[in-house]
């Protein structure tokens, strides 16, 4: 990409209307970690350098950007949710088994069944904000496939790589990386890299029988940190998907040095010989050594090498938002980070022959 031209971002401010207050982690009420001033963080910094980047909404989702990726049933939990009183928040509690088939998703008393875990809260504004979410995530990767640009990024919150098809969790609603690859899966191959610290497993199970879309993780060993039951390195991709899904773990404390041996020796060589059309970047910044969840140790630096390697594999590229939650810093760790894939993609074209 021309430095001349500003990246694209997509944002919505409806996705600020969700404000989730507390969670309860380990039985204590915490405040809730994924706050609207993340996106504002991050819209601030970029706003802040008009030459780099252009902040755009996208426009409404359609219902066929989520069909055939989550259940009905899912959908129509958080459509329940709508129904609540305002400033009132359902924490599911009572996560059923044996007995799920019962589950009734206009019951709010039964969300638990559409859900994995007791920090992902629903309110009247859910819906609204993880569909304007899903709908950055859909609008980049269409600017990209049209050929408009080679590089957009969805300011997407609240984040997505969580979200299964038939339930949500880990702050995570719509698996706004699922729609930007599904989009682009009609036109080529996709590969996805999700370097947020947490492992994608919503991500991983929407793609995990399919060939066309490789899926590469680079995560916390979940023998140590959520989402504790996906994200081992043995989970390959079944059927015609095996081989297609490559799980990359770092113990706690990994720095840039774990990261680059990562990606330099594993995840970059299967991206190149896959040869993928098009990239998508599930774009945590958790992985930051001041995040209050994460446990790694890469500096606001660390991101733009990491976002250059990337940007050097030289093509097309949807960057979508993940986790992240050291406020104060994610405007500028996300700078990096595009930054880097900027500079990386320009180094590409000025050596591709012709
Ligand atoms: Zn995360």
Not at 16 to 39: N, S, V
Not at 118 to 144: I, Y
Not at 197 to 220: E, K
Request: proline share 8%; charged share 20%; with cysteine.
């Amino acid at each position: 990409m021309p430095a001349s031209t500003p990246m694209p971002v997509f944002f919505h401010p409806a996705q600020l209307a969700f404000k989730p207050l507390y969670e309860w982690a380990y039985g204590e009420k915490i405040a809730h970690p994924e706050t609207t001033a993340r996106a504002e963080s991050i819209a601030a910094a970029l706003d802040a350098e008009p030459a780099r980047f252009e902040l755009r909404r996208p426009e409404p989702l359609p219902a066929s950007a989520l069909r055939g990726q989550h259940t009905p049933n899912l959908l129509t939990v958080y459509h329940t949710a709508r129904g609540l009183p305002d400033g009132e928040t359902f924490h599911p509690m009572v996560f059923p088994r044996a007995t799920r088939a019962r589950a009734d998703p206009t019951n709010m008393h039964h969300a638990g069944a559409f859900c994995f875990d007791s920090g992902t809260p629903l309110d009247n504004h859910t819906w609204d904000a993880a569909t304007w979410s899903a709908a950055c995530a859909r609008q980049a990767a269409l600017e990209v496939r049209r050929g408009r640009s080679r590089l957009a990024y969805a300011l997407s919150r609240p984040p997505g790589h969580h979200a299964t098809r038939d339930a949500f969790g880990g702050y995570c609603y719509l698996n706004n990386a699922g729609v930007a690859a599904r989009l682009l899966r009609r036109h080529g191959r996709v590969a996805i890299i999700d370097v947020d610290f947490h492992h994608g497993n919503g991500t991983q199970s929407l793609f995990y029988d399919d060939p066309q879309v490789l899926t590469v993780s680079i995560h916390g060993d979940p023998r140590e940190f959520f989402p504790w039951f996906a994200g081992f390195p043995d989970e390959t991709g079944k059927g015609k998907g095996e081989g297609f899904n490559l799980n990359l773990t770092l113990p706690g404390g990994a720095d840039l040095s774990g990261w680059t041996e990562q990606l330099d020796e594993h995840a970059l060589p299967r991206i190149r010989r896959f040869d993928p059309d098009w990239l998508v970047i599930s774009a945590g910044l958790d992985a930051y050594h001041l995040d209050p969840i994460g446990r790694h140790d890469l500096k606001t630096d660390d991101f733009a090498a990491i976002g250059d390697r990337l940007g050097r594999l030289g093509l097309p590229t949807v960057v979508v938002q993940e986790g992240g939650y050291y406020t104060p810093d994610l405007g500028i760790n996300a700078r990096a980070l595009l930054m880097g894939l900027s500079d990386g993609a320009a180094a590409a074209a000025s050596h591709r022959p012709g």
